[in-house]
């Protein structure tokens, strides 16, 4: 019998799995489960854009694209970010391709971090940035976002956190899980603290269409000196309802780019083909695409946040991506047990709160990317569940 712990690599037999399959998991395997688990938007990709992913086979054009992405694609996404954004890139040398903003974010942290290197993580946040640094050879420490703020990243704690170890601030804004956005009067606060401490940033953008209440997002990367030192990751997953066709891209200055290109050549080669040709046509003619969904996202928003409060969970209200987080403290239930539970009695699929960080405790995270009818039969049913527990008796 193979001793396999032996040959495995210490630091990643460490790490835990993702938090968010657990449940995803459990539902899979059940009947009858209304499934809030996962952040995959239920919209299918727009027809004129498959068509072009579709053409682009029909036509053989299945060759490798080259490292950093096709000329085209890298244009367009430079033009996209200008047109949106007000942020210009030059597509030879500050943008790259990637296959979904999670290797983009992989990338960056290895072309940045070294052994004993700081890396800031606001918490609770999306799962991979912990686990990312560790495997980068870097330190993660957690800053505590809270309710009262409304899950916003404070210039204060951060200026607390840093040491002379720190390198890099992770901005995941808009926010998985919390919903929560970084305002224009925040980012120049941030990145006071930034300046002054000489580091740099990731902005994690990837759900930056989805705002809501006429806020429009704004990146750290337009606030008067921080472009140069903050890398842009992005993708067509959210904003596109491309998720199975894996794109995403990085944007930054040209000497951290170079060294992540290098990291995607050797380890990726490119990205799909196929993908890029799709998303070449997303950016050139999916902004109606775009407003449509954020529209009904929008809608579900509302309902959702409003049917929280109403049975008594309170939700602060949400302004970007598609969660909510609501507070579950006053059940007593611990956030995991409320998630098992309400699996097992209800068949009802939320994740908890500690998947995404200890601060995560007492909340839920719920997403909205679901039809209206499938969300109401949800909120129905965890309505059922809070009566059940004698929930406020």
Known sequence: MIDYSKYLNDTIKDIKPSGIRKFFDIANEMDNVISLSIGEPDFQTPWHIRDEGIDSLKKGKTWYSPNRGFCDLLKEICSYYKRRFNISYDDKTQTLVTVGGSEGIDLAFRALIQKGDEVIIPEPSFVCYEPLT???GGTPVIINTKNEDNFRLKAEDLKAAVTDKTKLVVLPFPNNP?????????????AKVVIENDLFVLSDEIYSELTY???????IASIDKMYERT??????????AMTGWRLGYALGPAPVIEQMTKLHQYGIMSAPTTAQYAAIEALRNGDNDVAH???????????????????GLSCFEPLGAFYVFPCIKSTGLSSDEFCTKLIMDKHVAVVPGTAFGKSGEGFVRVSYSYSIQHLKIALERIKEFLEELNYGS
């Open 293 to 311: 969904m954020r529209e009904e996202y929008d809608m579900r928003r509302r309902f959702v946040v409003d049917g929280f409060n109403a049975m």
């Open 178 to 190: 919390t919903g929560a956005i970084m305002e224009r009067e925040d980012l120049e606060e941030i």
């Open 213 to 219: 209440g006429g806020r429009q997002h704004i990146s």
């Open 231 to 240: 890398i842009v990751i992005n993708g067509f997953s959210k904003s596109y």
């Open 134 to 136: 560790v495997m980068a």
